[in-house]
């Protein structure tokens, strides 16, 4: 079955830090930019970060810059997302996403997505 499962999500006070996974089964994550998104609720989902297929290129929505680093273990089949610095407004479900295609991607044009994990900042 191709599939990407996320795992790490928690309960963490402001401040703290958490690291999300995103380990690919029956594909291999080589070919692929891995993407990670984020849906509040009642708001849309948004797009938080991308790494490139060998990992050489990156970006991050300006909410997060500076606070959480994407990287990928491509030998692992796992992309990862650490995010420092949590802040209530971090608080969301998150999805990881592969695309063949590449960072500059909308969301529509990613083949595999997570079902998601819950991050909840709050003290």
């Known amino acids: 079955q191709l599939q990407l499962v996320e795992s790490g999500g928690g309960l963490v006070q402001p401040g703290g830090s958490l690291r999300l996974s995103c380990a690919a089964s029956?594909?291999?994550?080589?070919?692929?930019?891995i993407g990670w998104f984020r849906q509040a609720p009642g708001k849309e989902r948004e797009g938080v970060s991308c790494?490139?297929?060998?990992?050489?290129?990156?970006n991050y929505a300006d909410s997060v810059k500076g606070r959480f680093t994407i990287s990928r273990d491509n030998a692992r089949n796992t992309g990862y997302l650490q995010m420092n610095s949590l802040k209530p407004e971090d608080t969301a479900i998150y999805y990881c996403?592969?695309?063949?295609?590449?960072?500059?991607?909308?969301?529509?044009?990613?083949?595999?997505w997570g079902q998601g994990t819950q991050v909840t900042v709050s003290s």
């Open positions: 790494i490139s297929q060998s990992g050489g290129s990156t």
């Open positions: 996403a592969a695309t063949l295609i590449g960072c500059g991607s909308v969301q529509d044009e990613y083949d595999y």
């Open positions: 029956g594909f291999t994550l080589d070919y692929y930019a």
